[in-house]
């Protein structure tokens, strides 16, 4: 398995198409996403996840980051939710034991400002910054079809 309690994060396939400001050699330039402007510690991956029930702390914290921005400074009261919200430290660089970490409980999340992003715009942009965050490293190798094979019905 390669979501595992050593690995809790979500497999994505890469994408055909790099998205990386590095692609931009001999490519059609206007696909180069610009709106992360941290380390990226893969290339750029589909949005159709493989995982185990060891990333649902991941995807938890993603969507919960998403809804209270989303909310706003006003549904957040009305939530009972501050400006900070308690996330699991989720970190793909070094040794991590997610069984350990969830016997903590609440003590082992840590409080993180609610703050929007330009990459939360959607699930793919938003699923490859939350890995690229986390230095995520594992992708699928993904073989396409050439675009004609469907684009023009031959």
Not at 15 to 30: E, K, L, N, Q
Not at 71 to 83: H, M, P, S, T
Not at 116 to 145: I, Q, T, Y
Request: net charge positive; hydrophobic share 45%.
């Amino acid at each position: 398995a390669e979501c595992t309690e050593e690995y809790p994060f979500p497999i994505l396939p890469v994408h055909w198409m790099s998205r990386d400001p590095d692609g931009c050699i001999r490519t059609d330039c206007r696909f180069i996403w610009k709106d992360f402007n941290m380390p990226r510690s893969m290339r750029w991956c589909h949005a159709h996840p493989s995982w185990t029930y060891w990333a649902l702390p991941f995807f938890a914290d993603m969507l919960l980051m998403r809804m209270l921005v989303v909310a706003g400074e006003r549904g957040r009261q009305l939530l009972g939710v501050g400006n900070e919200v308690r996330l699991w430290p989720l970190d793909a660089r070094k040794p991590m034991d997610m069984r350990a970490l969830l016997k903590r409980g609440p003590e082992g999340r840590h409080l993180q400002p609610v703050r929007h992003a330009s990459w939360m715009v959607s699930d793919e942009p938003m699923m490859n910054a939350w890995l690229w965050r986390a230095g995520a490293r594992k992708a699928w190798c993904k073989f396409d079809v050439d675009i004609s094979a469907w684009s023009t019905g031959r």
